[in-house]
């Protein structure tokens, strides 16, 4: 009986929420849920809380009836208000829900994928008769529009005309979102499934795409229709009643007490670094400066907020550049694998969000344009492993600057604008465009990305393929025996003559020192725990080693080696550095380890190939000061030699060449020039584009 419920919603609120209901009955309508929760319920009657998950919408209007009924000291008319339960006992995944869940009041746990703009829904339509003058309403709460069929004026009884009545209609706000799984929740490779939810009031619009959140309400569904007629199929969706935010990151990893003596044991070890960094990826060989560059990303630096209100980040965004075939891609893997909210993806990924966000017209809104969170947004809190970063798409591409640096990423397009956060570190990978790397070149360029982007990176490594024999037979070793381990592994089942200990032998070379369980305990507890400042000294060092980098530039005819980014970028990599180490200074130790790792990078890609000196234009132009130069003196030489009619290409590289310029030079950079639009021919001769 619905009066019985009725009477039990009273006493309980009564007795358990009588604050929070005076609460909600003052500041009616402005807020308009009294929360509920779960838990409070079955302690104070179990039997009476099953029946709400069993039949949640008889109870849910019980339980607003009691709200309108309860005496209250106060005037207050509560018929807009809510109960909204919380804390479900069990959270269910998208993918675990049947058809037994139809109309139960269950838990969603998911990530947001997609959220629609928040728009009024009508509930109930306002008719007048055109005959007799009769208004009446149309209740509104079924999944399709209903028109009125007759006059409900007994007198009149015909069939209309009606004339529609908008201010008389009532609305509510509505949204729709698509939750997916999380993808901690997805074991490698498969697809997230998703369900669509539909949230009013309230409820609408507090959720964006990327938040992590369990959802409360009942599952419904409704037909398929084909192009055919009606299937028999049913697809689902969520009546969402109550949404409650996760927060499942570093933080939340469980460390128990004896978690705790073995982290802080470990990070006594002397050898605390190599450990971790050995337990980086150990099927792959080498690559120990990339794998301790990896480690440090694991823990990062932290954000800080500054009293003027900016906001610095602390996740160290890292870059491979480097031939096919090395083992990026299995690097990226690994750290996805590894880091709590890690997410492996390909800058050409296949869905229309990408790597930022996205606004699309969709069909989860009946047209209505929704927002769409791509990987950065959806590893907030964790690492996006970006591979083939080269092929990502051009919105990606610029939006990818605010993505990186403010860690937010706004979309504003045919009207929808919201900001995501994406508060990740990123480790991407890319191929060079020509498919090998050209040592004597310039990264950005030959990797496709621009070099405002490139000089975001706190660390960049080009990892070349160059045949050497001691280092290939060591590969080649290691490659062969975690290959032999696997094979055995995989034979045990059909072969009882090989043993445990045969297979743990071979499986020595590719066993990470630190089991990944324990490691990510240690980082978690790092993230969580250890929040390191400069020592003087260190403050000292980064200083100095800072103003040398850029003394080197002072004389106007010297290269500028470095900007204010790489210095900050040397902060962030300190305090990883003492937080690997869980210690709360970042010294002399440490600052020496981030000096020689930013040092070997700037090595690679800041210096520019024809002198060998370091320059920051590399990164942030994509042009050395050399190149700059001979540019500028390529393009003086047409202007001169050209004047109005224009220059043979011949004449130009013999010309540069009587000035010392090798020819073959002479005549990329005329090529380059010629690509980039700031010069053309005309008749076979060169001119200048005016004003370039
Ligand atoms: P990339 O993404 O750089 O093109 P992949 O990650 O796809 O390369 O690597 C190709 C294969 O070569 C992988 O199976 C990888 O395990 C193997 N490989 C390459 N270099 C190494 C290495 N140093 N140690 C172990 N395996 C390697
Ligand atoms: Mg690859």
Same mark, same amino acid.
């Given at each position: ?5 009725v ?19 003052e ?7 009294l ?22 919408d ?10 309108l ?19 479900l ?5 998208t ?43 149309v ?9 009125p ?7 009149c ?10 201010d ?16 901690e ?38 037909q398929r ?12 969706f ?15 990893i ?31 060989y ?37 031939d096919?075939?090395i083992?990026?891609s ?10 709590p ?10 869905t ?25 947004v959806?590893a907030d809190?964790g ?8 092929k ?61 982007l ?12 160059? !045949? ?5 037979s ?6 062969l025996?975690?290959n ?24 020595v070379?590719?066993?990470p020192e630190?089991? !990944? ?5 240690y ?11 400069l020592?003087?000294?260190a ?7 800072y ?9 106007s005819?010297?290269?500028? !080696? ?17 937080r690997?180490r ?19 990078c ?10 060998g ?9 994509g ?6 130069d ?25 010309r540069?060449?009587?000035?010392g ?15 980039g ?11 200048l584009?005016?004003?370039?």
């Amino acid at each position: 009986m619905i009066s019985d419920a009725v009477g039990k919603w009273e006493e309980f609120i009564r007795s358990r929420y009588w604050d929070d209901l005076l609460e909600l009955a003052e500041s009616y309508p402005a807020s308009r849920s009294l929360c509920l929760s779960f838990p409070d319920l079955d302690r104070y009657d179990p039997e009476f809380a099953d029946e709400l998950l069993e039949n949640p919408d008889r109870i849910l209007e019980a339980a607003h009836i009691a709200l309108l009924e309860m005496d209250l000291p106060l005037e207050a008319d509560l018929s807009g208000s809510h109960v909204r339960i919380v804390g479900l006992p069990r959270h269910y995944k998208t993918r675990e829900l049947r058809s037994d869940h139809l109309g139960k009041l269950i838990g969603i746990e998911g990530q947001v994928r997609t959220a629609t703009e928040v728009r009024p829904k009508i509930v109930s339509a306002a008719y007048e008769c055109q005959r007799c003058g009769h208004t009446f309403l149309v209740d509104q709460s079924g999944t399709k529009y209903s028109e009125p069929y007759e006059c409900p004026n007994d007198a009149c009884d015909r069939r209309g005309p009606f004339r529609f009545l908008l201010d008389r209609s009532r609305f509510v706000d509505a949204q729709k979102v698509r939750i997916q799984e999380s993808p901690e929740d997805l074991r490698g490779g498969e697809q997230p499934q998703t369900l669509d939810v539909e949230l009013e009031d309230d409820i609408a619009g507090k959720i964006f795409p990327g938040d992590r959140v369990v959802i409360n309400g009942m599952l419904r569904s409704y037909q398929r229709t084909t192009q055919t007629g009606k299937s028999t199929y049913f697809d689902l969706f969520l009546d969402g009643r109550a949404v409650e935010m996760t927060e499942q990151e570093f933080e939340e990893i469980d460390i128990s007490p004896e978690d705790e003596k073995l982290i802080l044991q470990l990070s006594q070890d002397p050898d605390i670094y190599g450990k971790i960094t050995r337990s980086i990826a150990p099927s792959i060989y080498g690559y120990q400066d990339v794998k301790e560059a990896l480690a440090l990303q694991l823990v990062s630096g932290f954000p800080k907020r500054l009293p003027d209100g900016a906001r610095i980040r602390g996740d160290i965004h890292i870059l491979l550049v480097g031939d096919p075939g090395i083992a990026k891609s299995q690097l990226l893997r690994y750290m996805a694998k590894l880091s709590p909210r890690g997410i492996y993806t390909s800058g050409k990924s296949s869905t229309s969000a990408g790597l930022t966000a996205t606004a699309v017209k969709d069909e989860l809104g009946d047209g209505r344009w929704t927002i769409e969170a791509g990987a950065l947004v959806l590893a907030d809190k964790g690492i996006a492993a970006v591979d083939e970063m080269d092929k990502m798409t051009t919105e990606d591409r610029s939006a990818l600057h605010e993505a990186m640096e403010q860690q937010t990423i706004s979309v504003a397009k045919a009207g929808v604008m919201a900001t995501l956060k994406s508060r990740c570190a990123l480790l991407a990978a890319a191929n060079p465009k020509m498919g090998r790397f050209d040592k004597y070149e310039p990264v950005a360029p030959q990797i496709n990305l621009t070099p405002a982007l490139m000089s975001r990176f706190d660390l960049i490594f080009v990892l070349t393929d160059d !045949p050497d024999t001691a280092r290939d037979s060591n590969i080649a070793g290691h490659i062969l025996q975690s290959n032999y381990a696997g094979e055995l592994s995989t034979q045990k089942a059909f072969n009882p003559d090989i043993t445990q200990e045969q297979i743990d032998q071979a499986m020595v070379v590719i066993k990470p020192e630190i089991e !990944p369980e324990l490691l990510r305990k240690y980082v978690a507890y790092a993230r969580k725990k250890v929040f390191p400042t400069l020592t003087e000294e260190a403050m000292e060092r980064f200083k100095s080693y800072y103003i040398g980098l850029r003394n080197q530039g002072q004389d106007s005819n010297k290269p500028v !080696p470095v900007t204010a980014r790489q210095l900050e970028a040397l902060i962030r990599l300190g305090e990883a550095s003492a937080r690997l180490r869980l210690k709360d200074r970042v010294t002399h130790e440490d600052t020496e380890r981030v000096i020689r790792i930013l040092e070997s990078c700037l090595k690679k890609v800041g210096v520019d190939p024809e002198t060998g000196q370091l320059d920051a234009d590399v990164i942030a132009i994509g042009m050395s000061k050399t190149t700059r130069d001979k540019t500028k003196i390529i393009k003086e030489l047409i202007r001169e030699m050209g004047g109005k009619e224009g220059v043979s290409e011949e004449a130009v590289i013999s010309r540069a060449e009587a000035d010392g310029m090798e020819p073959s030079r002479a005549e990329e950079i005329i090529t380059r020039l010629r690509q980039g639009g700031e010069i053309y021919i005309n008749r076979g001769l060169l001119r200048l584009v005016r004003d370039s």
